[in-house]
């Protein structure tokens, strides 16, 4: 019975988003505006720190690493929502909700880890200024990286490999836009007690620890900075460190509000809509973030059209 069960299932309906038909045109365009625009501006900042030899610093590293990484978590969850919209019958297959949800939870995970070491990064940069490139070196910067890339990869198949043994049974409609894990673990007829207590444990060490570690980082910065009162110190500190400050609350304020602090009144609708300001809005706002509030990546954009406009006019 539990093998028959198990195969009826092949693929889960999505509900997507709760829109009304009348205005389903406007959000279709709406949506697909938001991801064109995350794919050229993530896509322009990992250019111009690539093309900028001013911009191959530690925290530009971490900076393109987020940046692909926004890019990808974006176009995790964004066509496929743009193609359920367009098709009467969203339906995904039982392989292909998995794989969603794998990589859904790997950029997840590996967001919050660049965030941490940016964080790191900006702590030596204002309160060990003449430390910086010793202590920043190229080995530790690619251990950060190596060390995120592995732990996520690690994290997302821990979590899919649990949800793959899992039976589902005849409810197959998932009230969201995409395989979001704790909506699966819902709709399972088997015991989920492991998956549920996995998910605690870890949950706090890739969430609450990074978010921890980065506002120690902060409350380290603010602290140098009171030492030496300098209003030019102080500008420049808060200059660096407000594109990134932005970012993570952006991240983490939606991620904590959904995940870590739900609500019993909290229904689907209001659900869906933080995990749209996770998942859509935040890596779409990340390149105009860090562009506009940015003086290195504004004065590198110039610099590669200027280089670009010269090459083309000899």
Request: proline content about 4%; some cysteine.
């Amino acid at each position: 019975m539990t093998g028959r069960n198990q195969t009826i299932i092949s693929e889960f309906l999505l509900l997507g988003l709760p829109i009304e038909p009348e205005h389903h045109d406007l959000f279709y365009t709406l949506f697909l505006a938001m991801y064109v625009t995350t794919v050229l501006g993530n896509l322009l900042i990992m250019f111009l720190i690539r093309l900028d030899p001013h911009l191959h610093t530690p925290m530009y590293l971490f900076l393109s690493n987020l940046s692909f990484s926004d890019l990808c978590f974006s176009s995790v969850t964004m066509p496929r929502l743009l193609q359920d919209m367009q098709s009467h019958v969203p339906s995904i297959s039982y392989a292909g909700c998995l794989t969603q949800m794998y990589f859904f939870l790997f950029f997840a995970d590996l967001e919050s880890f660049l965030l941490v070491a940016m964080a790191y990064d900006r702590y030596v940069a204002i309160c060990f200024p003449l430390h910086y490139t010793t202590i920043m070196s190229p080995r530790l910067c690619l251990s950060l990286l190596v060390l995120s890339w592995v732990l996520t990869t690690f994290h997302a198949m821990l979590h899919t490999l649990l949800m793959a043994r899992l039976h589902f049974c005849a409810d197959n409609v998932i009230p969201h836009f995409f395989c979001d894990m704790s909506t699966l673990l819902k709709l399972s007829c088997s015991d989920t007690r492991v998956n549920e207590l996995v998910i605690f444990i870890t949950g706090g060490l890739i969430l609450v620890i990074p978010f921890l570690l980065i506002i120690t980082s902060y409350a380290r910065i603010v602290s140098s900075i009171l030492k030496v009162p300098s209003a030019r110190g102080i500008r420049k500190a808060f200059s660096t460190c407000g594109s990134h400050l932005t970012v993570v609350s952006l991240f983490y304020g939606t991620v904590i509000g959904l995940y870590l602090c739900p609500s019993a009144n909290n229904s689907t609708v209001k659900e869906t809509v933080m995990a749209v300001m996770y998942t859509v809005v935040t890596p779409m706002l990340n390149p105009f973030i860090y562009s506009l509030r940015n003086r290195d990546m504004k004065g590198a954009l110039g610099r590669v059209f200027y280089k670009k406009k010269a090459h083309f006019s000899l």
